[in-house]
């Protein structure tokens, strides 16, 4: 297993690291690198302005959150979007987040995808054979399961703030899921205003009750409905880039929630 799994990585990473040329941009406004080890995620963060804004952070939280329900397992987005809805609602700590949503995913899974979850982590902790569960931001982890890339930029058409993830092969119906706890956390550790922090926690609860009305697999609950909760909490993203494409005062109306029912119970 262990050898397929090498030449698996071998033959997958040059097509990974290739993607990542072809497709990097030059005016990122915001980039996560994770590396998945068998303890920690190591994270690095680049971003284009000197500094990096606390608005900034969180916008690029609520695109990656709308990214993962866009992709995610079927099994995993009803089940998460009430947990982390309640969770968040009632203030639960940042890093105890993540070991509960590993808990709630692995319950989801098969029991062949259980055992082979087991099986993948304790060749590295036969003791306790779990994912990585929290972030380190100076560290290297000595194996990396998978690596993940997360870049927030301006969309040149419209001026609108946009997203790109790159994936490379690995466990990712377990460690995509954990990485909505393990930002979360890593993104309330780095803000430092309280009140930004409630707006973060407000934004999350709104994209999250806008689910009921929005499909998020849709094209629009992924580029169109983040934006505008951003642009609804009045975030300034930068100096050059503002909530343009939706009003300030965005939110969707009693009418517009009833024709989104009725369209996506036609499909």
């Known amino acids: 297993m262990i050898?397929?799994?090498?030449?698996?990585?071998?033959?997958?990473?040059p097509l990974w690291w290739l993607m990542n040329l072809i497709t990097r941009r030059e005016d990122n406004l915001l980039e996560w690198h994770l590396n998945y080890g068998p303890s920690?995620?190591?994270i690095q963060i680049n971003h284009k302005e000197q500094f990096l804004t606390d608005d900034l952070l969180i916008a690029g939280y609520i695109l990656f959150l709308a990214r993962y329900f866009y992709i995610c397992d079927n099994r995993q987005t009803k089940i998460l979007q009430d947990f982390l809805l309640n969770a968040v609602e009632n203030a639960e700590k940042p890093g105890a987040l993540t070991p509960k949503i590993y808990?709630?995913?692995?319950?989801?899974?098969?029991?062949?995808e259980q055992k082979a979850t087991i099986g993948l982590f304790?060749?590295?902790?036969?003791?306790?054979?779990i994912p990585p569960l929290?972030?380190?931001?100076?560290?290297?982890p000595r194996h990396?399961?998978?690596?993940?890339?997360?870049?927030?930029?301006?969309?040149?058409?419209d001026r609108m703030l946009t997203s790109v993830f790159h994936m490379s092969?690995?466990?990712?119906?377990?460690?995509?899921?954990?990485?909505?706890?393990?930002?979360?956390?890593?993104?309330?550790?780095k803000i430092q205003s309280e009140d930004k922090k409630n707006k973060l926690n407000q934004s999350i609860i709104d994209l999250l009750k806008e689910y009921e009305f929005i499909d998020c697999r849709s094209s629009y609950g992924l580029v169109i409905l983040p934006v505008g909760i951003l642009a609804?909490?009045?975030?300034?993203?930068?100096?050059?880039?503002?909530?343009?494409?939706?009003?300030?005062?965005?939110?969707?109306?009693?009418k517009q929630k009833e024709e989104i029912k009725r369209s996506m119970k036609d499909k």
């Open 3 to 13: 050898i397929l799994r090498a030449l698996f990585s071998i033959i997958l990473r």
């Open 40 to 42: 920690f995620v190591k």
């Open 103 to 112: 808990e709630i995913v692995f319950q989801t899974l098969s029991k062949a």
């Open 122 to 129: 304790e060749i590295y902790n036969k003791f306790l054979p």
């Open 134 to 140: 929290t972030y380190s931001e100076s560290e290297e």
């Open 144 to 157: 990396s399961f998978t690596k993940y890339s997360f870049f927030v930029f301006e969309r040149p058409s």
């Open 169 to 189: 092969a690995g466990p990712d119906i377990i460690l995509l899921p954990i990485t909505i706890g393990i930002l979360y956390e890593y993104v309330v550790d």
């Open 232 to 254: 609804k909490n009045e975030f300034n993203f930068s100096k050059e880039v503002k909530p343009e494409g939706l009003p300030k005062n965005f939110k969707f109306s009693e």
